[in-house]
Each structure stands twice: as C-alpha cells, then as structure tokens.
C-alpha cells in the first residue's frame, strides 16, 4: 500500500478518483483537473543539498504554511538509474549527466502535496530555478546554492507531476 492510499482526498494516477469529489465537482467529468478550486497533486523533493543542511523540516513547512496538504512522503536516495528516469525529459540537455550524478549522491525526501493549484504554488514557494534569480522569500532564494544544488523541486505540471510520483511512489 503507498503511504498516500488511504487519505480520502487522494487520487490514483489518473488523476480523477477522490479528487472531484473532495471539491464538489462531479465525478463524471473525465479530465477536468484543472478547474479552479479543484485539487491536484504534486510532488516535492528535498534535493540532496536540503537534506543533508538539515532543511527537510523547514522545506516542507513551508509548503504546509501555504495551505497544501501533506499527504505522501518519504526518504530515499535514488539510483543513477531512477534519477534518469526522473529527470528524463532533460537526458538532452548538457547539465543531465551533472544533475544525475548530483540528485543520486545522498538522500533525498520526496512529498506529495495535495490543494487548489497545488502545482503552481508549490513552484511558487520554491522559487525559479537559479537561487540568484528567484524572488526574495522563495525555497531557492533562501537555501539554494547554485543552479544545479538547487535544495527543492517541484513539477513542473499536472503530467510530469503524475510520472514523476510514478517513479518516486509506484503504481497506485
Ligand atoms: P526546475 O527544477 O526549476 O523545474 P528545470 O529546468 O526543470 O528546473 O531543471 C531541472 C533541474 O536541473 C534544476 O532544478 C537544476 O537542479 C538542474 N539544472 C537546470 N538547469 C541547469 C543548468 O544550467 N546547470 C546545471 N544544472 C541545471
Ligand atoms: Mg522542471
């Protein structure tokens, strides 16, 4: 059982079951997930940096401050292998092998957060993806150490966020 089967809000990977429910929006609706008021789920990662300075606690807190809720979590530290897989939509970019062999060193601690708009604002509380260019009072801002050493992620939308609790949590 993943650690998230039970929270009545949850959803499977399809993003549907529980969900609609939870906001009133009828469950028949198939696909209708981004409505405003309706919950999504998306995942986090204290990336290695965060984890080994001791900001999981100050990290996560920050989303739950936000008004999203907890509701999977775990430490793990992920293989080469599971990192590409996770990151594999940047296995092009120049800084892949770089950001695997970075996001593979240590422990990680991976959530999933559940709200309205859940991945937008969690991408808000982390910031952009540069420490030196994310807004003031943002995850990265505060903690990041460079581009790459970043402390947090967050998806980027609905679909990576479905593959990447794929990966991170397995089939629910
Ligand atoms: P995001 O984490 O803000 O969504 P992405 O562009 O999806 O940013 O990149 C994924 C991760 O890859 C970043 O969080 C960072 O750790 C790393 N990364 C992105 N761009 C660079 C770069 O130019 N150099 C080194 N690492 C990078
Ligand atoms: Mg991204």
Excluded at 23 to 36: F, H, I, L
Excluded at 120 to 142: F, H, K, N, S, Y
């Amino acid at each position: 059982m993943t650690p998230y089967r039970d929270v009545p809000s949850g959803a499977g990977l399809d993003g549907r079951a529980g969900l609609r429910g939870e906001a009133g929006v009828p469950s028949e609706q198939p696909g209708r997930t981004t409505e405003v008021g309706v919950s999504v789920r998306t995942v986090v990662l204290v990336k290695p940096d965060g984890v080994e300075r001791g900001l999981t606690g100050v990290c996560l807190a920050a989303f739950e401050e936000a008004g999203l809720r907890l509701v999977g979590l775990k430490m793990l530290t992920l293989s080469p292998e599971t990192a590409r897989e996770f990151y594999r939509t940047h296995r092009d970019e120049p800084f892949f092998d770089g950001l695997v062999a970075y996001v593979s060193s240590g422990p990680v601690v991976a959530a999933l957060f559940d709200g309205p708009d859940a991945v937008r604002r969690v991408r808000e509380v982390i910031g952009a993806t540069d420490p030196a260019q994310a807004a003031p009072g943002t995850l990265r801002a505060l903690y990041g150490l460079s581009v790459q050493r970043n402390t947090v992620h967050g998806s980027d939308g609905e679909e990576s966020a479905r593959q990447e609790e794929a990966v991170l949590f397995g089939p629910c």
